[in-house]
């Protein structure tokens, strides 16, 4: 996976609009943002992710001699334009959200400045990169949040769409919060915690089922988690458990960490009678394990009725994303540079939520003071400049009568975009995995509980600043017009 040459990981027209490019002289300086509509989940926020696989994608966008020569065979490409493509660098600059933060619809997660042939080139690839590990971060902090401080377990590689989509959406469900992944090619990768058990066939390979966990505790005496729903929760797997516990603890050898794992039936009701079991015989430190086709909407519901469970393997609804498959980001032109100046560009559609945002912008994000949490995020042109000695007026670009002006003192503001790219030389160098889960978990903390809810969530605004809503109002004018014109 981390040899591949991706150069041709694009759609294919993204090529035959290069070669048009290029035939007609068009390389101009232009703007692209990557942006999604909506939360995933029908949630409140998403957690971007992705950006550490764009970057080393760009560092080695080139096309090889074989990359070449498939073109050729294609019969759709000019002799001139393949060798233009075999001298092909990418020159433009990035910038990008970080990774593990929150975000919300239609600001720029990613924003490249490039020439024209540059920036469609390298848009197929940054939107399946950014999409599938935005999704699957935002999955797992959903379900982080579920689990209200037990820890969360990936489990999912077996059921991921294919071992691209299991190991780097490990990665993404570490940034999201999980505590460690069964993805051994991912922790190795990404420098994160192995974790798991064992399955039902350690248990039915043997005689019976107090031997296998005697063996299972014999050779990992650090960590004794044991499986008890082979074959009868209650009147086997805990009181054989049990067996295996108290012969730990009567040759002095009970570990730091050991405990059940239930994999199947009530699991509210199976944890709290083996809650019960297992403090009656004097193990009120053995953690309880579940797994078995949770999701943040199960959990949530498990320990709303008492669950007695304080660690979570989360397999196919977090790896896939399973009620919401998709993140539905786009790549869509938004300026280009003419006289020294990017003038604006703006698509219209029928349907008001895919009209874009024209311009250079970046996206600035208020915190409210007293509290630490976010009150709005603001896109506005790239050169626009916050005082926050000064007040600060908020409006919603839809209902522009809804307003907030918010005083000196009462606010503070970040800028969200960083350069990650500068005329083709990288600039950013990406935090480890476990730097941006810890990243995100205090991202997650400048959010609202009512935004994080599950059930009709708290929208958080995100508005346009007074000129970028006038120039986007114009361009809207000006296209109105000249459509009344032709009828």
């Not at 063996?215 to 295996?244: C, F, M, W």
């Not at 280009?336 to 990017?342: R, S, W």
Request: glycine letters at 6%; a negative charge; hydrophobic letters at 40%.
């Amino acid at each position: 996976m981390t040899d591949q040459n991706l150069t041709l990981l694009t759609d294919f027209y993204e090529i035959t609009m290069m070669q048009g490019y290029y035939k007609n002289n068009r390389n101009d300086i232009v703007v692209f943002d990557a942006f999604y509509r909506s939360n995933p989940s029908g949630g409140g926020y998403a957690v971007c992710a992705g950006l550490d696989q764009v970057i080393d994608y760009i560092k080695n966008l080139r096309f090889d001699a074989e990359d070449i020569e498939y073109l050729r065979s294609l019969n759709s490409f000019d002799e001139d334009f393949l060798s233009y493509l075999s001298a092909f660098r990418f020159s433009g600059s990035i910038y990008a959200i970080p990774e593990g933060s929150v975000v919300f619809p239609m600001e720029p997660l990613v924003k490249v400045i490039a020439p024209i042939m540059e920036a469609q080139l390298v848009e197929t690839a940054i939107l399946t990169m950014v999409n599938h590990q935005s999704l699957i971060a935002t999955k797992a902090s959903r379900v982080c949040y579920a689990a209200k401080g037990g820890g969360v377990m990936e489990f999912g590689l077996r059921r991921a769409q294919g071992p691209d989509a299991g190991t780097y959406g490990a990665r993404a469900a570490m940034i999201g919060g999980c505590i460690g992944t069964s993805n051994v090619l991912a922790a190795k990768m990404f420098q994160v915690p192995a974790l798991g058990t064992h399955a039902h066939s350690w248990i039915m390979s043997f005689e019976d089922e107090l031997t296998a966990f005697r063996r299972y505790a014999e050779l990992y005496p650090q960590n004794v988690t044991l499986l008890v729903d082979t074959y009868d929760t209650l009147r086997s797997g805990v009181p054989n458990a049990i067996k295996v516990f108290t012969e730990l603890r009567d040759a002095g050898k009970i570990p730091a960490r050991y405990g059940i794992r239930l994999d199947s039936g009530d699991l509210a009701y199976l944890s709290k009678k083996a809650r019960k079991m297992l403090d009656d015989a004097g193990f009120l430190d053995a953690s309880i394990c579940a797994s078995s086709d949770l999701d943040e909407y199960l959990i949530e519901s498990l320990n709303l009725q008492g669950a007695k469970i304080n660690s979570w393997g989360v397999g196919t609804n977090l790896i896939t994303s399973k009620d919401c498959p998709a993140f539905g980001g786009v790549y869509k032109l938004a300026a280009v540079l003419q006289d020294g100046e990017f003038r604006p560009k703006i698509k219209l559609s029928e349907n008001p939520a895919k009209i874009t945002n024209p311009g250079n912008k970046t996206v600035f994000r208020i915190y409210d003071t007293g509290t630490g949490k976010i009150k709005a995020d603001l896109i506005a042109f790239a050169d626009e400049v916050i005082n926050e000695n000064e007040p600060l007026l908020l409006f919603d670009p839809v209902s522009t009568w809804k307003q907030t002006l918010l005083q000196p003192g009462t606010y503070q503001v970040r800028e969200l975009l960083v350069p990650v790219f500068v005329n083709g030389v990288c600039v950013y160098e990406s935090p480890s995995v476990m730097e941006i889960r810890d990243y995100c978990s205090a991202e997650m903390d400048t959010l609202w509980d009512e935004t994080k809810r599950f059930a009709n969530p708290q929208e958080v605004y995100v508005d346009l600043s007074k000129r970028l809503y006038q120039t986007k109002q114009e361009l809207l004018d000006s296209i109105h017009s000249k459509n009344k014109r032709r009828i």
